[in-house]
């Protein structure tokens, strides 16, 4: 009879499993709060302190026009039927591309992507044309932030991309057009929210989300881009975050000095050449196994997303292979996760650690140590993601 303990840490593993299916590659790494998926370390206070725009007010038919795509809001009780009559659009093509049946209701405010171009809102619809970005704002600075670089990782929609607004249509308010991010299966809107540095409710006000934030797999989302600084322009963010309150003093100027080059050394000392480690690497896995021990339970997809590795307490957990840190987060549980990207679209994941002796965003080399086998439980568990999908790691090690 299984060591009640340890079913429960084996229970753990498989709910860390089915979360893991959420990963992302992104730099703000995973979260493993088991509210469905990874997000970053469990804070959400970046995403917080990002200030995001206003929807857009929609049409009388619900459209809201970008410069390069359209949507359509829902009205409270509409079907997708109701919505395609209302915009003159086939249900069939709403339907196939938002993987929405015909005869769904709709919530209030929900997002329907249109996968072409209807007639811009004008005043005849009761809109005012083309939502634009301000000329003098660096949209690449502002959106920077709330993004955070993740427009080259992040699912976008762009496999099916639409004509862009004719040159001559009518401007309407200023404001930025929204990435369109198509969920994957075992996302969810925490997920998501961090992937982007957006809070949660600024996600679900923007696309219509209820209470519960529920999406489904291939819903196309609108996240929500940085508000416009009041000023209008990114200079006038730029002095805003120069300036103090009264009475709390004032920013300590750059020294002279540290804008000047150090002086040329009087004579040059011969530095040690630095080993080659990779030379003397005797392994042609592509990956190292993580500890020195055995494996108690083999790789199951689906039941079992990783391999489980028995070693003595404290003993070292190392890295796979060469990579960034990308994530190191706990589980309801507090049991403490190690997450690593790699090249080719490769994570390790080391789950059940102690003692993490590195840090998010460290970049480490095969065999490194990153943390210790705890006592009590001494086994790790280990796991191969390529993208959203597990795969058996044994392959990768022998």
Not at 82 to 92: E, F, G, S, Y
Not at 166 to 178: D, I, L, Q, V
Not at 205 to 226: H, K, V
Not at 304 to 331: L, Y
């Amino acid at each position: 009879m299984a060591h009640p303990v340890m079913s429960r840490k084996m229970a753990r593993v498989l709910l860390a499993g089915a979360a893991l299916s959420a990963l992302v590659a992104c730099e703000d790494g995973l979260d493993y709060d088991l509210r469905g998926g990874f997000g970053a370390d469990l804070d959400t206070t970046g995403a917080a302190q990002t200030a995001t725009a206003t929807r857009p007010r929609p049409d009388k038919r619900g459209i809201i026009s970008y410069p390069n795509y359209q949507v359509a809001v829902a009205r409270r009780g509409d079907t997708l039927t109701d919505v395609a009559n209302r915009i003159d659009v086939p249900v069939a093509d709403l339907s196939k591309y938002n993987g929405i049946r015909p005869e769904d209701t709709l919530r209030q405010g929900e997002v329907i992507a249109l996968p072409y171009r209807v007639s811009e809102p004008s005043a005849a619809t009761g809109g005012s044309g083309v939502v634009t970005a301000p000329s003098d704002v660096d949209i690449a600075a502002l959106a920077g932030g709330a993004i955070n670089d993740s427009s080259a990782a992040a699912p976008r929609v762009d496999s099916e991309p639409l004509q862009p607004a004719p040159k001559n249509a009518p401007k309407g308010e200023t404001g930025f057009e929204p990435i369109r991010h198509k969920v994957k299966r075992g996302e969810t809107a925490f997920t998501i929210s961090r992937l982007y540095n957006v809070t949660p409710r600024a996600l679900a006000e923007w696309n219509g989300l209820n209470s519960d934030f529920t999406i489904r797999e291939n819903q196309i989302l609108l996240i929500p881009p940085a508000a416009a600084p009041s000023s209008g322009s990114a200079a006038g963010t730029a002095a805003a975050a120069t300036t103090t309150a009264p009475g709390q003093g004032s920013p300590t100027p750059t020294p002279p000095s540290a804008t000047k080059p150090l002086p040329e050394p009087s004579a040059t000392v011969d530095k040690p050449e630095s080993p080659d480690l990779g030379a003397t690497q005797t392994s042609t896995a592509q990956m190292d196994y993580p500890v020195d021990g055995s494996i108690i339970r083999p790789y199951s997809k689906g039941k079992n997303n990783g391999i489980d590795i028995s070693a003595p307490a404290g003993s070292a957990v190392k890295a796979a292979a060469n990579g960034k840190v990308a994530a190191i987060t706990t589980d309801a549980d507090n049991v403490k996760i190690v997450v690593v990207r790699h090249d080719n679209n490769l994570m390790t994941v080391y789950y059940n650690v102690d003692n993490v002796s590195v840090k998010k965003g460290a970049s480490v080399k095969r065999g490194q140590s990153l943390a210790k086998v705890p006592s009590g439980d001494s086994f790790v568990h280990f796991e191969v993601r390529k993208g959203f999908d597990s795969v058996d790691p044994i392959p990768y090690l022998e």
